[in-house]
């Protein structure tokens, strides 16, 4: 057991200060480039925009770089957010409860989760190819709930959760730092997380300790698609509305966002800070292209090109 | 080359009967459900979409052998259609558009390629940020505006028929034999077959992996810019969203057709009748006006059934 626990230490920490270079460089450059560029940027208001904006990002990252980390990935988080907020919308535009909207979004979150979970871990299919099978399938619930329209008789309450404040503090900023320390303390303080480091590492070993592998690699997805409902709540008070292409394509920022934080695609090696950092140079980079007025379509491709870039960068370090 | 599959192997032949007879079934079932099944048009029609289909997933194939995937088919489609019907217009002239749609196919092939290769990245994520940057684009490139409105010498090539016969059937056929051909008696086919069961076994035993690696996306790239330029000249136009619901079908025929995602198993004729079987339940649930909305979710279910059916197969053949 003390093994293990020095072992996803090690795993945790490693390179630890080689990788702030990377992320927090490619931050700094980030805000630095677009602060030269445009006046509005460095703004308090613009940089406050710029956190609200990516606390949705950052609630779906999070999960996906435990995802990551155990060598799988959720291609369907994007399609599942979109769906959880269109059931969130569906749900207040006919019961006008917001308890039961959240709850009834957090459960689809977390069901389809586990289903993509079960598939992935009980019948060992490749996650990409479940994960695609199941964005296929939410994308086509969400439109068939909205049969392809708007709903926009959410009610008043719900913007609160994305323009409110409590003591002072943005909601959607509270959603983020709970989110990140639930995960953080997930990751690096309990037996689940050291598992997950494993699950990725080594994970014939760890069956071999006699750890149900299964189980906490179930809860892997499950947790991703919770976190996915509960980030539906932000997008739904953000838009106050339900549509069903809101969230199409997001779940490549967050890869983008994971694997510009230095997490790779092998051996259990995640790296939670990297990724908020990678969260926050994925919302610099879009809100200053935005500010320069360049069109999204070439945002998207940008972050596709930040991608590349980073995974060309790891690819080099592990040659050295 | 007794390892390799091909018909006189019985557990191929029976996989290929067993999906022939799905085919069958499905069929009989429409045209017992809905009249406007079995007349001529229908038919001619599901064949010319499947062959569509067919165009598209036949590059995907060889990618999926090797234990690859190629995300970016349809952003590619999109890309190409989108060039080449610029071309045409610009230039008038058809050769000049052909040229376009495929190279622009086998450059985006080729960069795919590289990034594998050379920079040894899983090839989901390499593709799947291809997508993503090729959709930008083109929709930067399109700014929103549609196209249309094409040579008629062009648009034989999608909406043209040939004795009676729809011209895209003709390139299915010609790309089935030809591809068939390509995969089993030429050492090109071998070798990709090889790289997919074993890539370790495959270096050691003297195929040059990387190329034939680069050769598979580029040669994925060109299909999917020959079927870009078939679905131009059918639909008469061109926008900047033209290819994105294309990519889920192709991976989904590929899959249904037999190939293994985990490479080494699948041949041509399967992929056919996957495209086929696929094509069948989307234009069936259309002649019985299901919403549109759930052809998504019907292609996702199919994905995943198809594998999780080669999987218990495979495992059942390996005990």
Redesign the interface.
Same mark, same amino acid.
């Given at each position: 057991m003390s093994n293990i626990h020095i072992l996803s230490k090690n795993l945790g920490y490693r390179n630890y200060f080689q990788r702030i270079p990377g992320v927090a460089m490619m931050l700094m450059v980030g805000i630095f480039f677009f602060g030269i560029l445009s006046k509005d940027f460095l703004s308090v208001s613009n940089l406050t925009n710029i956190g609200l904006q990516s606390s949705i990002l950052l609630l779906i990252s999070l999960p996906m770089t435990l995802v990551i980390m155990t060598e799988g990935?959720d291609?369907s988080i994007g399609a599942l957010l979109t769906f959880c907020g269109v059931v969130m919308a569906y749900t207040l535009s006919v019961t006008h409860s917001l308890p039961i909207a959240i709850c009834l979004a957090m459960c689809s979150g977390l069901l389809v989760g586990l289903i993509n979970g079960s598939?992935i871990v009980y019948?060992? &299919?490749?996650p990409?190819?479940?994960t !695609? #099978?199941? +964005?296929?399938?939410c994308?086509?619930?969400a +439109?068939?709930v909205t =049969?392809?329209q708007s709903i926009t008789d959410v009610g008043e309450i719900v913007q609160l959760a994305y323009n409110g404040k409590v003591g002072g503090v943005a909601i959607p900023l509270i959603f983020s730092v709970i989110a990140y320390f639930i995960t953080y303390f997930l990751l690096y303080q309990t037996r689940f997380g050291i598992y997950v480091c494993a699950i990725g590492g080594n994970r014939e070993s760890l069956n071999l300790a006699g750890v149900s592998t299964n189980f906490y690699h179930l809860a892997v997805y499950a947790f991703s698609g919770l976190m996915a409902g509960v980030a539906s709540i932000l997008l739904t008070a953000r838009m106050s509305a339900g549509h069903p292409t809101a969230a199409i #394509?997001m779940e490549?920022d967050a890869?983008a966002a994971v694997?510009v934080g230095g997490t790779s695609?092998e051996k259990g090696n995640g790296w939670l800070l990297g990724t908020l950092l990678g969260v926050l140079t994925v919302g610099v980079l879009r809100n200053g292209l935005n500010l320069l007025g360049v069109?999204s379509? @070439?945002?998207?491709?940008?972050? #596709? &090109?930040l @991608? +590349?870039v980073a !995974? %060309?960068i790891d690819?080099m370090k592990m040659k050295s | 080359m007794p390892i390799f599959p091909n018909l006189k192997n019985s557990d191929e032949l029976s996989a290929l009967f067993y999906r022939l007879f799905v085919v069958i079934f499905i069929c009989i079932g429409l045209s017992f459900l809905s009249e406007a099944f079995l007349t001529v048009n229908n038919l001619l029609n599901v064949l010319r979409q499947a062959s569509l289909l067919f165009l598209m997933a036949s590059g995907l194939t060889l990618v999926i052998l090797t234990a690859g995937?190629d995300?970016s088919v349809g952003a590619n489609v999109g890309m190409s259609a989108c060039l080449a019907g610029t071309v045409l217009l610009a230039t008038g002239s058809t050769t000049l558009g052909f040229l376009t749609g495929i190279c622009c196919g086998a450059l985006i092939g080729l960069a795919n390629g590289l990034?594998v290769t050379l %920079?040894? %990245?899983?090839s989901?994520?390499?593709t *799947?940020?291809?997508l993503?940057?090729l959709? #930008?684009?083109? *929709? *930067?490139f399109m700014?929103g505006a549609t196209i249309n409105g094409f040579s008629k010498s062009f648009r034989m090539i999608g909406s043209g028929y040939w004795f009676g016969i729809p011209v895209p059937i003709y390139m299915m056929l010609f790309f089935l034999i030809s591809g068939s051909i390509f995969l089993r008696y030429t050492i090109f086919g071998q070798q990709i077959y090889a790289l997919g069961a074993n890539p370790v076994t495959a270096r050691l035993s003297g195929v040059p992996v990387t190329r034939r690696l680069l050769l598979v996306y580029i040669l994925s790239g060109i299909t999917a810019g020959l079927a870009s330029l078939v679905f131009l000249a059918r639909l008469n136009s061109a926008e900047?969203d033209i290819g994105e619901a294309l990519t889920?079908p192709a991976?989904a025929a590929v !899959?249904i057709g037999g190939t293994s995602?985990?490479g080494g198993v699948g041949t041509m004729l399967g992929t056919l009748i996957g495209a086929l079987i696929l094509t069948l339940v989307l234009n069936g649930m259309n002649i019985l006006s299901i =919403?549109g909305?759930?052809?998504?979710? $019907?292609?996702?279910?199919i994905?995943?059934v198809s $594998? %999780?059916l080669d &999987?218990i197969l495979r495992r059942k053949s390996v005990v």
């Open positions: 990935i291609m598939i019948w060992k &299919l490749p990409f190819v479940v !695609l #099978g199941t +964005l296929g399938i994308q086509s619930l +439109l068939v =049969d392809g #394509g490549f890869i694997v695609f069109p379509s @070439v945002q998207v491709a940008s972050i #596709g &090109l @991608v +590349l !995974l %060309l690819s | 995937i995300l990034l %920079l040894r %990245l899983p989901f994520i390499a *799947y940020g291809m993503w940057i959709h #930008g684009i083109t *929709y *930067y700014a900047g889920l991976i !899959l995602l985990f =919403d909305n759930l052809q998504a979710l $019907v292609t996702g279910v994905i995943i $594998v %999780l &999987l």
